[in-house]
């Protein structure tokens, strides 16, 4: 089974930057990617950035594009997202996960089914 553990967040000033890192186990080989999804009250959990298993190929959301940078740690099986230029609407809570890379790229759908950690709260103030 899928376990994963976030961290690495905090409360930050607009245009302050957070490093986040999540460590997973458990991941099958049809979880082609890893990455990141948010979410904040009243709104439904949204991708924020993903990872393919080779470790090259990155997928952002609109918003994080430009600004974070989800990279590969050395074992693969750990990811980290690099947020810079933070606004006030980042404030969320993060999660990380490992899925098939269609759960991020795919048309909106619900995405409770994903195995997630305990998520990371950002919380950016102006």
């Known amino acids: 089974q899928v376990q994963l553990v976030e961290s690495g967040g905090g409360s930050v000033q607009a245009g302050g930057s957070l490093r986040l890192s999540c460590e997973a186990s458990?991941?099958?080989?049809?979880?082609?990617?890893m990455g990141w999804f948010r979410q904040s009250p009243g709104k439904e959990r949204e991708g924020v950035a993903a990872?393919?298993?080779?470790?090259?190929?990155?997928w952002y959301s609109d918003s994080a594009q430009g600004r974070f940078t989800i990279s590969q740690d050395n074992a693969k099986n750990a990811v980290s997202l690099e947020m810079n230029s933070l606004k006030p609407e980042d404030t969320a809570m993060y999660y990380c996960?490992?899925?098939?890379?269609?759960?991020?790229?795919?048309?909106?759908?619900?995405?409770?089914?994903?195995?997630w950690g305990q998520g990371t709260q950002v919380s950016v103030s102006s």
């Open positions: 458990g991941i099958a080989d049809t979880d082609t990617c």
């Open positions: 996960t490992a899925a098939p890379c269609i759960e991020w790229v795919g048309p909106p759908h619900d995405h409770s089914h994903l195995p």
């Open positions: 990872i393919y298993h080779d470790g090259g190929s990155r």
